[in-house]
């Protein structure tokens, strides 16, 4: 009895202790793969040679495990402006942005949007956002002020101020109206 009592003692006190984390559900435990890096929201904000800014961003980024100048994107944006203030944005679901080239390969809905209206979707493009030129030579739909167009093929620079539509391209383009004339 001597020995039993004490003993029944500490066994009721270390089961009073333990009783909480035995009937309490086990806590979620947070763990990180160690292979991969995984950004939410990256921004990416730079000046050309020339002072004039360009920028991307997208909603994930994952460096590439295989290839370790690619980043792969979901949802990026990039946007080149000149130093006059006019711009050109390009959006897509997926891309993969090579940091040594500057090289942005967009694809599916990419969309490209100017400053002036104009605006065309293709499925995919590449752009040179450090330069401001993009290029495609995927079926491209487009409108604008002036009207539409088709082509199979696009070749864009000096920031999306001059745009040339490739391999059979058709537009439909309205007339402008002329200074001082009226409609009837």
Known sequence: MKFVL???ALAMVALLAAWPSLNSPQSARVTADAGQSEM???RYFSLDEHNQPFSLVAAKADKSADQ???VLLDDPQAEMTETTGTWVTMRSDKGWYNQSTGILLMRGNVHVLRDDGNEFTTSEAEAD???GNAWGD????????????NAIG?????RGKNVV???????????????????P
């Open 138 to 149: 995927k079926a491209v739909t487009g409108q604008g002020p002036q009207g539409e167009i």
């Open 40 to 42: 939410l929201k990256p």
């Open 165 to 183: 539509f490739l391999n059979q391209s058709k537009a439909e383009v309205q007339a402008a109206e002329r200074p001082g004339s009226k409609k």
């Open 68 to 70: 370790p100048d690619i």
């Open 129 to 131: 956002i450090r330069k």
């Open 6 to 8: 004490p003993a029944a």
């Open 154 to 158: 696009f070749r864009m620079t000096d």
